[in-house]
């Protein structure tokens, strides 16, 4: 991560004591940083620029930075000691901007806290700047059931620099017909040569139009290309595949594309389940047919217990959820797609939002409690 620190001083400070202290407390933070001091000329360009306000007497120094720095920032990150009256100046400077109606926080408490703080900010901005020039693939139209799971592609390449391709899923359909795992290993193939050719970094797939042409299914497909790094999502769900990318971009690992298929709303348990799950996200694996269809090639995979989260974003960003939770189990029920995964919320009123408001029927399980860097990344876009 690209982390810079600029400084705010007053003059009226002994320069040497500064310094001295300086060098303590970023010491007692311990995070790689580059210390740029007062030159602010390329503020606003890592993936997390703060200011360490490191005395008193600074605020009207920051106002007349301001003009400059607002040009390249759209919310403000001041970093706060406990010595030499940095807090205070720290609040007036952010009264300062909510009165001018820009956003701002103070990165001030243990140690501990600041240095949490700064690696999710620094994450998310990391995030955001993977994001622009990325290209998605819509292989084919959006499965016809997916009513609500509509998409603006101009507010994906205005607010995250996303490119949306539309493509034709012939190039899949007219595939030879092959039965069992060789037709399933034809499908990746040729999903694998089209992604190249056309320089996607991600792409959703109308899967459900393969079972009726090439009697196959693209769950092992997918399951794959996502574990060699290509998000790779199935029934023509952009804002499933959206969530998919943000999912890589935050933690650089993998999204599961499921379906809440039972929620215990009083105990905060349900289970998710899907035919195809990335197979970097599994301990193991069996094959066996596609569920509805009881054709092709279908995943049932086991995930390791522990913590997760639940995530979907909006396909035009208006709106986005996370819960996280521990999973519990894999289970192999026969009337549910193959992968199988019981979670329980950690917030039991976590439950009321997939049966009152919901983002659609799609959601990706991500590993490890990582909702607060999709609430950051989310913030500022």
């Given at each position: 991560?690209?982390?810079?620190i600029?400084?705010?001083?007053?003059?009226?400070h002994?320069?040497?004591?500064?310094?001295?202290?300086?060098n303590?407390?970023?010491?007692?933070?311990?995070?790689?940083?580059d210390?740029?001091?007062?030159?602010f000329?390329d503020f606003?360009?890592?993936?997390?620029?703060?200011?360490y306000?490191?005395t008193?007497g600074?605020?009207?120094?920051?106002?007349?930075?301001l003009?400059?720095l607002?040009?390249?920032?759209?919310?403000f990150?001041?970093?706060?000691?406990g010595?030499s009256n940095?807090?205070?100046a720290?609040?007036?400077?952010?009264?300062y901007?909510?009165?001018q109606?820009l956003?701002?926080?103070i990165?001030?408490?243990t140690?501990?806290?600041?240095r949490r703080?700064?690696t999710?900010?620094?994450?998310a901005?990391?995030?955001?700047r993977?994001?622009?020039?990325?290209?998605?693939g819509?292989?084919g139209?959006?499965s016809d059931?997916?009513?609500?799971?509509t998409?603006?592609?101009?507010?994906?390449?205005?607010?995250?620099?996303?490119?949306?391709?539309e493509?034709?899923?012939e190039?899949?359909?007219?595939l030879p017909?092959k039965?069992?795992?060789?037709?399933?290993?034809?499908?990746?193939e040729?999903?694998k040569a089209?992604g190249?050719?056309?320089?996607?970094?991600g792409f959703?797939?109308?899967?459900?139009?393969?079972?009726?042409?090439?009697?196959n299914?693209?769950?092992?497909?997918?399951?794959?290309?996502?574990?060699?790094?290509?998000?790779?999502?199935?029934?023509?769900?952009v804002?499933?595949?959206?969530?998919m990318?943000?999912?890589r971009a935050?933690?650089?690992?993998s999204?599961?594309?499921?379906?809440?298929?039972?929620i215990?709303?009083?105990a905060?348990?349900?289970?998710?389940?899907?035919?195809t799950?990335?197979?970097?996200m599994?301990e193991r694996?069996?094959?066996d047919?596609?569920f509805?269809?009881?054709?092709?090639i279908?995943?049932?995979?086991?995930?390791?217990?522990?913590p997760?989260?639940?995530?979907?974003?909006?396909?035009?960003?208006?709106?986005?959820?996370?819960?996280?939770?521990?999973l519990l189990r894999?289970?192999?029920?026969?009337?549910l797609?193959?992968?199988?995964?019981?979670?329980?919320?950690?917030?039991?009123?976590?439950?009321?939002?997939f049966?009152?408001?919901?983002?659609?029927?799609h959601h990706?399980v991500?590993?490890?409690?990582?909702?607060?860097?999709?609430?950051?990344l989310?913030?500022?876009v």
């Open positions: 991560m690209d982390i810079a600029y400084t705010l001083t007053s003059e009226l002994d320069a040497a004591s500064v310094e001295a202290l300086t303590k407390f970023l010491a007692s933070i311990d995070i790689a940083c210390l740029r001091g007062s030159d000329a606003g360009r890592h993936d997390l620029s703060l200011i306000v490191r008193g600074t605020e009207a120094i920051f106002r007349r930075l003009p400059q607002q040009t390249q920032c759209t919310k990150y001041l970093l706060a000691s010595q940095s807090l205070a720290s609040m007036e400077i952010l009264s901007l909510r009165q109606r956003q701002g926080e990165l001030h408490g140690p501990d806290y600041v703080r700064i999710t900010l620094a994450r901005g990391q995030a955001r993977w994001l622009r020039g990325r290209r998605l819509v292989i139209r959006p059931w997916l009513i609500a799971s998409y603006g592609a101009d507010q994906l390449r205005q607010r995250l620099g996303i490119e949306l391709v493509l034709p899923i190039e899949l359909t007219a017909p039965t069992g795992l060789e037709g399933a290993m034809s499908i990746y040729a999903l089209m190249a050719k056309e320089r996607l970094d959703t797939l109308r899967c459900f139009d393969l079972l009726t042409t090439v009697r299914t693209g769950c092992l497909a997918l399951a794959r290309l996502n574990a060699e790094g290509m998000v790779a999502g199935c029934e023509g769900d804002p499933a595949m959206l969530s990318l943000l999912t935050l933690t650089g690992s999204g599961f594309q499921s379906n809440p298929a039972c215990d709303p009083d905060g348990m349900m289970t998710l389940a899907h035919c799950i990335p197979l970097d599994v694996y069996e094959l047919t596609h509805e269809s009881g054709l092709g279908g995943i049932r995979g086991y995930m390791r217990p522990g997760v989260t639940i995530f979907k974003v909006a396909g035009d960003l208006s709106r986005w959820f996370a819960a996280e939770g521990q894999c289970e192999q029920r026969p009337d797609c193959r992968t199988q995964l019981v979670v329980e919320l950690a917030d039991k009123a976590d439950a009321a939002y049966l009152s408001n919901p983002i659609g029927n990706i991500v590993p490890g409690h990582v909702g607060q860097l999709f609430g950051e989310l913030s500022q």
